[in-house]
């Protein structure tokens, strides 16, 4: 697999805190989205460390097209 799968054409809006280090799913094949599962492992795929700078709502990219990864740039609307 060398290309990201798109699992879903829309942002997955998660809970986050101030502070707090999340890991996004690159390869978009983890069972709990948006955050990785390690289902990447034997591929080129590694999650992406991401800190909140902020507590709130954070919108993950769903569909891997993002160039604000690992945050939704709109993207999916294009595909």
């Known amino acids: 697999m060398d290309k990201p799968i798109c699992s879903q054409k829309a942002p997955y809006v998660a809970?986050?805190?101030e502070g707090k280090?999340?890991?996004y799913c690159t390869c978009g094949k983890s069972e709990k989205q948006?955050?990785?599962d390690g289902a990447h492992k034997g591929s080129a795929f590694t999650a992406k460390a991401?800190?909140?700078e902020k507590t709130g709502k954070a919108y993950f990219c769903g569909c891997r097209a993002s160039k604000n990864d690992p945050l939704c740039d709109g993207a999916h609307k294009e595909l």
């Open 15 to 17: 809970d986050v805190e």
């Open 50 to 52: 991401w800190t909140a």
């Open 21 to 23: 280090t999340y890991y």
């Open 34 to 36: 948006p955050f990785c």
